[in-house]
Nanobody
């Protein structure tokens, strides 16, 4: 089992920045990839970014590629999502997630979510 806890959400004006953190505990070696998803009201949950834990390879959805940066601190078992130049369309509940231990596994572990509000 892997437990995930997000932190760092909040309110920011358009153009501002926030950093989300995801602390992983438990059998973290059982997760091949960790990622961030988001869900806005009345919209489907969507992929934001992911990182292969061992290699550090990252992947982003196109709309955030030049504004968001995903990183990890292995020693702290923590993943970060630095979000810059935030737009109202980025407002959502952001979820940290982790896959099973094999490449290509589904995301099976989820955090409770962190609210990100972008408005003036």
């Amino acid at each position: 089992q892997v437990q995930l806890v997000e932190s760092g959400g909040g309110w920011v004006q358009p153009g501002g920045s926030l950093r989300l953190s995801c602390l992983a505990s438990g059998r973290t070696e059982n997760s091949y990839t960790m990622g961030w998803f988001r869900q806005a009201p009345e919209k489907e949950r969507e992929f934001v970014a992911s990182i292969v834990w061992k290699t550090g390879s990252t992947y982003y959805r196109n709309s955030v590629k030049d504004r968001f940066t995903l990183s990890r601190d292995n020693a702290k078992s923590t993943m970060y999502l630095q979000m810059n130049e935030l737009k109202p369309d980025d407002a959502a509940v952001y979820y940290c997630a982790a896959t099973g231990r094999i490449a290509g596994s589904d995301y099976i572990y989820w955090g409770q979510g962190a609210q990100v509000t972008v408005s003036s």
